[in-house]
């Protein structure tokens, strides 16, 4: 029966699908229950049920995430998963971010890039380097992202490998766009397939 639906709501011949809002996440909602109007035909409102309460969690998910950003709530393990890629382009673009706020900063021409790093990176994006190098290298990038929820992967599993070469070759790439911008260039774009490729955030 359509009546025992979860997140199921009939109100004056309406349906609707319903989301609970968690009481932690009702700041950063605005309300305590969520509704997305079905319409007054039953079997149609059915078909339109999945979908609209996976808009709805979505939603919820969004403010679990600008909850646990705020401090207010702490991230569940693998709550967000990324695929590789999706680590990979989120790094890059948070890499380049950080590049343009320490442009702002005088000491900036102090900064050069790391020969030895360099190197690192594409023994690393290649596959070349040990689980041990690999997190040397990229370690504190696997937690952070481990931290948010977007991974579940033990260090030194296939995957985890996976995910720490895919940020290494983000880094090689951002650390590209570095150079061209030192060259007065900020218009050069990835041309990495894990980058260019990968499923939006």
Not at 64 to 73: D, F, H, I, K, V
Not at 192 to 201: F, R, S, T, Y
Request: aromatic residues 6%; proline residues 4%.
């Amino acid at each position: 029966m359509a009546g025992k639906l979860r997140h199921w709501k009939e109100k004056g011949g309406r349906f609707y699908a319903r989301v609970a809002v968690p009481k932690p996440l009702i700041p950063y909602v605005g309300k305590s229950e969520l509704l997305e109007t079905l319409g007054g035909d039953r079997r149609a409102a059915m078909r339109k049920h999945p979908g609209a309460v996976a808009v709805l969690q979505a939603q919820i998910m969004s403010a679990e995430r600008q909850a646990a950003q705020a401090g207010a709530m702490p991230v569940q393990e693998g709550r967000f998963l990324l695929t590789p890629a999706q680590i990979a382009a989120s790094h890059y673009i948070r890499r380049l971010a950080f590049d343009d706020e320490l442009r702002n900063d005088s000491r900036y021409a102090l900064i050069g890039i790391d020969d030895q790093l360099v190197q690192q990176l594409r023994d690393g994006s290649a596959g070349k380097l040990s689980d041990l190098q690999l997190a040397e290298t990229m370690g504190l990038e696997i937690e952070r992202f481990r931290r948010a929820g977007n991974l579940t992967a033990d260090a030194g599993s296939e995957e985890w490998r996976s995910i720490a070469r895919a940020l290494c070759a983000a880094e090689l790439e951002a650390l590209a766009r570095v150079v061209e911008r030192d060259e007065g260039d900020f218009t050069a774009q990835s041309s990495h397939p894990l980058i260019g490729n990968a499923d939006p955030v």
